[in-house]
């Protein structure tokens, strides 16, 4: 998780945070617990963007 750190230090409180390749939502559920930020993820590979949902990742 040190490399998402990096990330959420860019992160400002109350943000929009859009992530690309969001795969099964790893980053997505860090910054949601990290912050105050609205985070949304994409993903083209539709198996994996699904998952997000069975793992209850709003």
């Known amino acids: 998780m040190k490399k998402f750190e990096v990330i959420g230090k860019w992160i400002k409180h109350g943000s929009k945070v ?3 390749g969001c795969g099964e939502g790893e980053l997505i559920n ?3 617990k990290k912050s105050d930020a609205r985070v949304f993820g994409l993903d083209i590979d539709e198996k994996r ?5 069975q793992k209850d990742c709003p």
């Open 18 to 20: 859009l992530v690309l």
């Open 30 to 32: 860090y910054l949601q």
């Open 49 to 53: 963007f699904l998952r997000l949902f």
